[in-house]
């Protein structure tokens, strides 16, 4: 199933219409690339940090516009082109991205290295997408226990239920108690239009925003709207 971000982003875009700006923050293996059918002669990060000097034209330039209206920073087209863009990279971007749209989202993985905890110090939130298995959910624990020996506050970090009505045999109650935190928000289950939407190129939020999936999604990007501040970047671990 897509993940969460892809989503949101076109919510905030086309039904709320925001100014929405997707960073794919996974250097080696991202894949929103693929995710909207965009083929590898695309311009991506490592075009704005081989400029020089990164300013706010170069990003410009850089930013890819798909068909559903949100632009995007593509991640690397191979693992090893990853190597160009340091952690030191990553924060003056999003600065420059931040003067230029609504929400700055950025897609990362699980990894809490140098180049993922730049851009979470960058975000004014920190989404942590997860679904109710005990694998996820030990590691949702471990980033959570990280950040905070980090020195990072609680209400920085959220917590979205993805698939949330799947039966997994661990209810939203208890993956609470075993987290020993709220879940802030849910997305429902609706695996055969997700992954029909994964495999086409074609998001469901652009083709089938009035699915059950599109709605949970708008009200997920409605409650984003309405709490957070113009030019917020939001980072987003996948599971």
């Given amino acids: 199933m897509g993940r969460p971000p892809l989503g949101r982003v076109i919510a905030l875009h086309r039904e709320l219409g925001r100014k929405v700006a997707l960073v794919d923050g996974n250097l080696q293996f991202g894949d929103h690339r693929v995710f909207l059918d965009l083929g ?13 000097s990164i300013d706010e034209d170069i990003v410009r330039s850089v930013m890819v516009k798909h068909e559903s209206g949100i632009d995007l920073l593509l991640a690397p087209p191979s693992p090893e082109a990853a ?25 990362i993985d699980k990894r809490l290295d140098d180049v993922n905890l730049g851009i979470i110090e960058s975000a004014e939130t920190m989404f942590v997408v997860m679904t109710a298995d005990l694998s996820c959910l030990k590691n949702v624990r471990l980033v959570l226990e990280t950040l905070g020996q980090l020195g990072y506050s609680k209400s920085k970090v959220k917590l979205v239920l993805n698939r949330s ?39 469901f939020m652009f083709t089938k925003a009035d699915s059950v999936l599109g709605r949970s999604m708008l009200d997920f990007a409605r409650t984003i709207d309405k709490g957070s501040r113009a030019g917020a970047t939001q980072a987003a671990p996948a599971r």
């Fill in 40 to 52: 590898l002669d695309r311009k991506s990060i490592v075009d704005v940090v081989s400029a020089g």
């Fill in 165 to 203: 009505n799947a039966f997994t045999g661990i209810s939203v109650k208890n993956a609470e108690g075993a987290l020993k935190r709220t879940i802030d928000h849910q997305v429902v289950n609706e695996y055969r239009g997700a992954i029909s939407a994964l495999n086409t190129g074609a998001p």
């Fill in 83 to 107: 190597e160009l863009v340091t952690h030191e990279h990553l924060p003056e971007i999003l600065g420059h991205l931040q003067s230029l749209y609504d929400y700055v989202l950025v897609d």
